[in-house]
């Protein structure tokens, strides 16, 4: 069994900052390409940042120059690094990661999500 479990989020007035966890657990041989995605009410799963096994990055630009996605592969742990956020960025944030398993499988899953609300 893998399982993701996001933290971190909260209530921060604008032009605050939070940092968002996804920690992975279970039978993990290795875990590959990670993304960050936000839902906010009546809109669909957007992508915000995503990494790759060897560290590159891309980011929605929304959130470009603000936002930072990082990993600690000893953990098994992805980061979201939330600068100047505005309340347009009040959302829902869930990770998802590919991984491979300890028995040679290969799943993408979800975390449960965390509630970031940005408002004074």
């Known amino acids: 069994q893998v399982q993701l479990v996001e933290s971190g989020g909260g209530l921060v007035q604008p032009g605050g900052s939070l940092r968002l966890s996804c920690a992975a657990s279970?039978?993990?041989?290795?875990?590959?390409?990670v993304g960050w995605y936000r839902q906010a009410p009546g809109k669909q799963r957007d992508l915000v940042a995503h990494i790759t096994s060897g560290g590159s990055t891309n980011y929605a630009d929304s959130v470009k120059g603000r936002f930072t996605i990082s990993r600690d592969n000893a953990k098994n742990t992805v980061y979201l690094q939330m600068s100047s956020l505005k309340p347009e960025d009040t959302a829902v944030y869930y990770c998802?990661?590919?991984?491979?398993?300890?028995?040679?499988?290969?799943?993408?899953?979800w975390g449960q999500g965390t509630q970031v609300t940005v408002s004074s």
């Open positions: 998802n990661a590919d991984i491979r398993t300890t028995g040679r499988s290969y799943l993408s899953i």
């Open positions: 279970g039978s993990i041989f290795s875990i590959n390409a």
